[in-house]
C-alpha cells in the first residue's frame, strides 16, 4: 500500500524564496520531479521587461546625453535590471520624465494600471545638470525565456527607437535536494527538498503551482490514447528523416568527465549534472557561480569542445 504523500512549505518563505518538501516518494522519483521542475521553472515561467525605449533627443544607443553622467548604453543596461509585473497581454507603453540634478530610479516611471514596478530603489541614472531633463517612452511586453533585441523589433519602427534584449524569467535560481526518508520501518522513499528564489515578480508558491500545471498539462496528452492521431504517415516519415542524429555526449555525467575539483563542486553546486545541462548555460551564468572563475570557464569550453559542443550562443570550434 502507498504512503500518502505529504507536502510542505517552509514557514520562514519570503516573496523571493521559498523551500518546499515533497515526501515520501518513490525511490527514484524524487530526481525525476526535482529535474523536471528545475528545468520548467528556470526556462518557462513568464515575466515582464522593457524590450524598447526612446529618449528625447537620441537616435541611438551610442550617445550620451549633457547632463547626465551614464550613457545611453549604461541607461539601458540598467533598463533591464528593473523588475517589473504585468497583467496586459499586449504591450504597454510607460514614460519616465525627470528633471536634475536628480538620481533617476525605476520608482520614477510613471504608474500604468496593468504594471507593477516590484523593485522602485533600482537605479537607472543621475543627472547632474540643473534643468537637464530626461524624457523617455518605454514599451514593455510579457513572454518566457530570452529574445535578443532584433527579435523585439516588430510592427512600426520609428528611428529613434533602441530595442533591449529581454530575459523575461522572474526565477534567479532553483536549487533541489534529494534525501533518504523512512515509512514505519521502510526506508525505500525520497524526500524530496525543493528551494526557489525570485527576483520578486512572481512568489516562489505560485512558481511551483504554475510549473506543476504546465508539467501536468503535457503529461495529461499522453493519458488518453482513445484520441486518433491526425498526422498523416507521409509527415511522420518526413519528420524522421529531417531528424538530425541526437549527440550522444549530452548525457555524459559531469562525474564521469576528468573536470578540476573547483569545477566539479562548482558545477554539483548548481546541480549541473550532465554535458547536455552544462551546454545549456551561457558563459554570463557561470561567472556568476560562486568561486567560478576564467580558468575554470576555460576549462569547461575544452570539455565540451572535445564531446562537439559548446556553451548556450556559442559555436563550437572547427576541428583544425
Do not use: W
Amino acid at each position: 500500500m502507498r504512503p500518502d504523500l505529504k507536502f510542505y512549505r517552509d514557514e520562514h518563505n519570503t516573496p523571493e524564496f521559498g523551500r518546499f518538501v515533497l515526501e515520501p516518494l518513490e525511490r527514484g522519483y524524487g530526481q525525476t520531479i526535482g529535474n523536471s521542475l528545475r528545468r520548467v521553472l528556470l526556462s518557462s515561467m513568464p515575466g515582464a521587461c522593457i524590450c524598447a525605449v526612446k529618449m528625447e533627443g537620441v537616435l541611438h544607443e551610442f550617445s550620451h546625453i549633457p547632463g547626465i553622467v551614464e550613457d545611453v548604453t549604461q541607461i539601458i543596461l540598467n533598463l533591464k535590471k528593473v523588475v517589473l509585473r504585468s497583467t496586459s497581454d499586449k504591450p504597454v507603453t510607460m514614460y519616465l520624465k525627470a528633471t536634475g540634478p536628480k538620481q533617476v530610479m525605476a520608482g520614477d516611471i510613471q504608474p500604468h494600471q496593468c504594471v507593477t514596478i516590484v523593485q522602485p530603489n533600482v537605479y537607472i541614472c543621475e543627472i547632474t545638470g540643473q534643468g537637464t531633463v530626461l524624457d523617455m517612452e518605454m514599451t514593455v511586453i510579457k513572454g518566457k525565456g530570452y529574445k535578443l533585441a532584433q527579435r523585439n523589433a516588430v510592427g512600426d519602427v520609428t528611428l529613434n527607437t533602441i530595442f533591449l534584449d529581454t530575459h523575461f524569467t522572474p526565477i534567479t535560481k532553483v536549487n533541489f535536494l534529494v534525501e533518504d526518508t523512512r515509512v514505519g520501518q521502510d526506508i525505500n522513499y525520497d524526500r524530496l527538498i525543493l528551494e526557489v528564489t525570485t527576483n520578486g515578480a512572481i512568489h516562489p508558491d505560485e512558481a511551483v503551482r504554475l510549473s506543476a500545471k504546465m508539467l501536468t498539462g503535457h503529461f495529461d496528452l499522453l493519458t488518453d490514447f482513445a484520441i486518433e492521431s491526425k498526422f498523416p504517415e507521409e509527415e511522420f516519415r518526413m519528420v524522421r528523416e529531417d531528424k538530425k542524429p541526437e549527440n550522444k555526449a549530452l548525457d555524459i555525467p559531469i562525474k564521469d568527465l576528468e573536470f578540476s575539483v573547483r569545477s566539479r563542486n562548482c558545477l554539483e553546486q548548481e546541480n549541473i549534472r550532465t554535458l547536455g545541462e552544462l551546454a545549456s548555460k551561457r558563459a554570463s551564468e557561470l561567472l556568476a557561480i560562486k568561486n567560478f572563475g576564467k580558468k575554470s570557464l576555460f576549462e569547461i569550453r575544452e570539455k565540451l569542445s572535445q564531446h562537439g559542443l559548446a556553451l548556450k550562443d556559442e559555436e563550437v570550434p572547427k576541428k583544425p
